[in-house]
């Protein structure tokens, strides 16, 4: 008996002792990091290797557009390429992190290209996390050689999702209207070219008048207003058959088409009778419904990103103001209460924000507000800033900025890209004047 | 009876409003006069310091005062150094306060022994020439019986035992610094006995830290030292859908000279599926390994409490609109 209940004792100690030990161990030490920084990471881009000068040449005009493509993004912060201590990175073999933590790269991106024997190119590609020392990801492509440059976006858009969690927006394009001649002849066209301002070209010739280019979420397609014989209609425009169709002969003015997520649809604003309302189309159908129904102004509609609801533009207030409604034109709400006018709502392809245009004393606002109307944010300003447009992403926006140039009334007028977050603006370069931009969605 | 009975009224009615009104009136003023209290948030554990090496020297220097108390006149300027050095002295004999009651004069004593720690190294070199039976005396006082003997004769009748209990050093220096004061001037005597309050008060906040107890926790100004630190290499992943709401715990395990010798996500399940949680958690692994941000700046006496610590990235702060 006595021996046990020493173990029975001895049994209960060692418990004890056991709880203590976890509990000191759960009460260790836990130091909260509220504060951070905002600003790039360090980078470093290898040349992609390869075994002879065309090879090597695909690989350096590869590596600089990822370079670049990442750089022009804000949140990397690519390393001059003099900086590094090791070269030569073959892809086979692991890089010696320690040469590259020493130049404060925090990631590392190195590739090599390949020239097959049927004619394709192949471009393989590590990315590696230098402090961990471990490989993020590691991709290879087959394409025919002229494709380098689209490869290239991919690859950065890649880099992109892979150390972001989100996707990229390298490999997209931008269309936008190109605008050339004296404030009196103006002429405009349509124009497009790869995000980072590569292969640009004119699609219309200028001779009729057109506004307000829209890409399809799902497709390489257009929807456009052109003046054509002075008549306003929409068209769609395909970029890769250079096809234009008419979308309908509506009576009245036809203004501001957007696709629907689905890229079946059309939705719109149209004058009758000097009130505009706002019409869905099916284009399969061809069938138009009308959703509003309101002696005021309605216009700019934009589809949320699950086509569930829709959000427009009214003065039905008062004042020009942003509202948002179901997409069968039911349970219509208001959502901008701030002070100034409001227009063009454009919803984020993320679904969790809506950019507007704002016009407050005499100033334009680029800004975005959730779609209840709460956390209202102005990220960019101008004499005349207007027509927000999405990245794919629904990370970054293009808009167009219209500044006064001399005292004649001119001006000009450029594109700009801005981060979400309200750093980063940057100009897109055109060769001319350029307003009204509309990002496309990744090239499939 | 009448008078006696009016008296018994008036006193008790009077018993009665008093205790009723209480006796606020004398003392609102007071209240008012009084100045907010400011509180500041600084750890306790500031004081916190390895075993110093001092308390060996002390002793022959404290046997090389004692000459000095005898001649009087220079204990005066003794008072105003006191607050550095009693923490030594704390580390060596934690039971001054005890020795302090027994005496017929504790007060004096008490306050006489904060000014002669700060002051022994330097008057030591001076005073000890001018007499030479303090000299003759340093020499037994290796021994604490000595010492006593020697206290004795100065002072007049105090107990030897508790002396004997004490440490020696202690009891040196207060014998010393008593005797000057009360002679001298009270109004030293007094200040002198502020300060030997406060010190008394270092030596039991001391008396505690003194086998240094690598367990405890560590000061906020430690914990912002390396907060900052990190702070400086985390990249915040901004404009992420909801980054408001990734909060990341990443458990390091430390090496004694600061820097991470092993780091671990804690919940590294959520990583495989979330590509923007894992963005996040990446961010704040590259943080920890940073090695701009390294070694972290913390004691390394305590160590045992931070060889390994939780690090919870949580950008919420940064994104308060």
């Known amino acids: 008996m006595m021996t046990g209940k020493k173990r029975l004792s001895a049994f209960v100690f060692a418990l004890i002792a056991i709880f203590l030990t976890v509990g000191s161990a759960q009460a260790e030490l836990k130091i909260d ?14 040349n992609f290797i390869g075994s002879n000068a065309a090879e090597s040449a695909y690989g350096a005009n590869i590596a600089s557009v990822v370079a670049a493509d990442l750089e022009r993004s804000g949140l990397f912060r690519p390393i001059d390429r003099r900086a590094f201590i090791q070269h030569e990175t073959a892809i086979g073999a692991l890089p010696r992190f320690g040469d590259w933590r020493v130049i404060s790269a925090q990631a590392l991106v190195q590739g090599r290209t390949e020239m097959a024997e049927d004619g394709r190119l192949r471009v393989e590609f590590r990315l590696w996390d230098v402090f961990a020392e471990q490989q993020m990801i590691g991709l290879a492509y087959f394409t025919i050689p002229d494709n380098w440059r689209r490869v290239a976006h991919i690859i950065a858009d890649a880099i992109y999702k892979r150390m972001t969690g989100e996707e990229g927006y390298f490999d997209t394009r931008i269309v936008y209207i190109a605008e050339s001649g004296s404030a009196k002849r103006r002429v405009k066209r349509l124009a497009i070219m790869d995000q980072d301002g590569a292969k640009h070209r004119f699609l219309t010739d200028g001779t009729s008048l057109v506004l307000t280019p829209r890409f399809s979420p799902t497709l390489q397609e257009i929807t456009y207003m052109s003046f054509y014989r002075n008549v306003p209609r929409v068209y769609i425009f395909n970029i890769d058959t250079g096809r234009q169709e008419l979308l309908g002969d509506f009576p009245g003015m036809t203004f501001a088409p957007r696709f629907s997520p689905d890229g079946n649809g059309v939705i719109m604003s149209m004058a009758k009778d000097g009130n505009s309302e706002i019409y869905s189309m099916d284009l399969r159908t061809r069938v138009v419904k009308r959703l ?32 948002v409604m179901d997409s069968d034109g039911k349970n219509v709400k208001r959502i901008s209460y701030g002070k100034g006018r409001y227009a063009t709502p454009v919803w984020s392809p993320r679904g969790d924000l809506i950019a507007f245009t704002k016009m407050l004393n005499g100033t334009f606002y680029i800004g975005v507000m959730k779609p209840d109307g709460t956390g209202e944010r102005l990220l960019a300003k101008g004499y005349l800033v207007e027509s927000p447009t999405w990245a794919p992403n629904g990370r970054v926006l293009m808009f167009f900025r219209e500044t006064p140039v001399g005292n004649k009334g001119e001006v000009k007028t450029r594109i700009f890209s801005i981060d979400l977050t309200g750093y980063n603006e940057r100009e897109i370069k055109t060769p001319v004047d350029a307003s009204d931009p509309a990002w496309s969605p990744i090239i499939p | 009876m009448k008078v006696a009975f009016l008296v018994s009224s008036l006193l008790h009615i009077a018993i009665v409003v008093i205790a009723y009104f209480g006796l606020p009136f004398f003392k609102s003023d007071e209240l008012l006069v009084e100045p907010p209290i400011i509180v500041e948030l600084v750890t306790v554990d500031e004081e916190t310091n ?27 300027p003794a008072p105003p150094p006191p607050p550095p050095p009693p923490a030594p002295e704390q580390a060596e004999t934690p039971e001054p306060a005890p020795e302090a009651p027994p005496e017929p004069e504790p007060k004096e004593e008490i306050a ?21 039976e303090p ?33 020696s050093v ?26 030997a309050f406060e010190n008394e008060i270092a030596k039991a906040l001391a008396s505690s830290s003194k086998p240094m107890d690598t367990s405890r926790p560590l000061t906020l100004s430690e914990i912002d030292a390396v907060r900052q630190q990190i702070a400086r290499c985390w990249n915040v992943p901004a404009g992420a859908k909801d980054a408001e709401n990734l909060v990341i715990d990443i458990r390091v395990h430390m090496n004694p000279d600061g820097t991470v010798r092993k780091a671990d996500h804690l919940s590294s399940v959520r990583m495989l599926g979330d590509g923007f949680y894992r963005t996040a958690a990446e961010s704040a692994m590259r943080a920890v390994l940073n090695p701009r941000c390294q070694p972290f700046k913390l004691p390394l006496d305590k160590y045992d409490r931070w060889k390994t610590m939780t690090l919870s990235f949580n950008p919420r702060e940064m994104f308060g609109q």
């Open chain 2, 135 to 167: 000299q003759a005396k340093p020499k037994p006082k290796p021994k604490a019986p000595d010492r006593l003997a020697q206290l004795k004769p100065k002072k007049k009748p105090k107990p030897p035992d508790f002396l004997a209990s004490m440490s």
């Open chain 2, 170 to 195: 202690l009891k040196d220096l207060q014998k010393r610094d008593p005797k000057p004061a009360p002679k001298k001037e009270p109004e030293k005597k007094e200040k002198s006995k502020e300060e």
């Open chain 1, 292 to 323: 509003t129904r309101h002696p005021s102004i309605d216009t700019s509609p934009s589809f949320a990103p699950d086509s569930s609801r829709v959000t427009f533009n009214s003065d039905r207030g008062g004042s020009q103001q942003i509202y």
């Open chain 1, 33 to 46: 990091i509220t504060q951070g920084k905002v600003e790039p990471l360090p980078i470093a881009v290898t």
């Open chain 2, 112 to 132: 006489a022994i904060p000014p002669p720690e700060p002051k022994p190294k330097k008057e030591v070199k001076k005073k000890p020439e001018p007499k030479p």
């Open chain 2, 50 to 76: 390895l075993p110093e090496t001092p308390p060996a020297p002390k002793p022959e220097e404290q046997a090389k005062e004692e000459p000095k108390p005898e001649p009087k006149p220079e204990p005066k």
